[in-house]
């Protein structure tokens, strides 16, 4: 649920204790959140966790292989950004180390939050098993980044406003995978005066999640990544990568709300995950919740508790495959 949420490599340079105090003020208010939402809305209640117990390898199975899509894309963009600032560690460094590495702050940033977890981890995972610069590393993993917070955005407006004008269905969803590769492709053919580097420039400083955006663009730029070609291959890659959550949310949504056509699961999920650009909990846990629960806006075929129950379904789900991916993905590493 959390693998949207914006990431910048400059977060990794905030010091320990304020990222130790932003984590307990983050989990406090995740405690909070849930406890008012347990309580409110008869979750434990919800049928939702009758047909958890009666699918679940299809869910897992679903949620496992989403996983491995959208941190294969992760890792693709990474090496790509790699391969153009530094191709002598991008020859040097593995397509299997790279997957581990991403794969494992995937899971680490579903518990923490992961504009810290991203370049936190492939940072440190470079800098100690293959001798490269901390700061380097990490900003190129919350360069990387930015571009599926771009998507999200632009995802999120669309399904959004879809939902709102009562285009829920199969139309709806066209008209979502329409934006999103008109995106790529608008972003391919941006002019100079629209890279990255000068729109970022009208971020404002006083807010961190921007100003790390906006530091993390601006260096990426410095570094000769704002290319059109690669900037349209980076945005389509990000593309495919949301693609694959609204994939997952659906895919389950199937088995754990199966009253809901799929399309509006799919699109209410593209608009919920609007509320990860807050970044105010460790996943925002809690956060995302009470967004699903105000898809009863939009259809009352489901009560505000089934849609808080299957926001939690999500999550755990996520959780696991995330974990398992990481587990599989190092062990492998650590083979003969």
Do not use: C
């Not at 285009?167 to 790529?184: C, N, P, R, Y």
């Amino acid at each position: 649920m959390s693998d949207s949420v914006p990431s910048t490599g400059a977060a990794a340079t905030v010091p320990p204790k304020r990222n130790l105090a932003r984590l307990a003020i983050g989990l406090a208010l995740a405690g909070a959140l849930l406890w008012w939402l347990f309580t409110s809305f008869s979750v434990l209640e919800a049928d939702v966790w009758t047909s958890l117990g009666r699918h679940p390898w299809a869910i897992g199975g679903i949620a496992f292989a989403t996983a491995f899509a959208m941190v294969l894309a992760s890792t693709i963009k990474w090496q790509m950004l790699l391969r153009r600032s530094a191709p002598d560690l991008a020859r040097s460094v593995g397509f299997d180390r790279l997957f581990a590495y991403t794969a494992a702050s995937s899971a680490l940033g579903q518990i923490v939050p992961p504009y810290i977890a991203g370049p936190a981890v492939r940072g440190m995972a470079m800098k100690s098993q293959h001798n490269a610069g901390f700061g380097r590393s990490a900003i190129l993993a919350g360069y990387e980044q930015v571009f599926d917070v771009v998507t999200l955005v632009i995802g999120g407006i669309a399904a959004l406003a879809l939902l709102v004008g009562g285009f829920g269905g199969w139309a709806g969803v066209l008209a979502f995978v329409v934006t999103l590769a008109l995106a790529s492709a608008a972003v391919y053919l941006l002019p100079e005066r629209f890279r990255p580097a000068r729109l970022a420039a009208v971020l404002p400083q006083r807010w961190s999640t921007t100003r790390r955006i906006k530091e993390s663009v601006e260096a990426g730029s410095a570094a000769g990544l704002d290319a059109p070609r690669l900037l349209g291959h980076l945005t389509a890659l990000s593309s495919l990568r949301y693609g694959a959550l609204v994939a997952r949310t659906f895919g389950i949504g199937i088995f754990l709300l199966p009253m809901i056509p799929w399309q509006t699961v799919a699109l209410g999920f593209g608009a919920v995950q609007l509320s990860a650009l807050a970044a105010l909990t460790p996943g925002n846990l809690g956060i995302t919740e009470l967004g699903w629960s105000a898809m009863t806006l939009v259809t009352d075929a489901a009560t505000m508790g089934e849609f808080v129950a299957f926001a939690l379904a999500l999550r755990v789900s996520g959780l696991i495959a995330s974990g398992t991916l990481a587990v599989l993905s190092l062990l492998w590493l650590r083979r003969p």
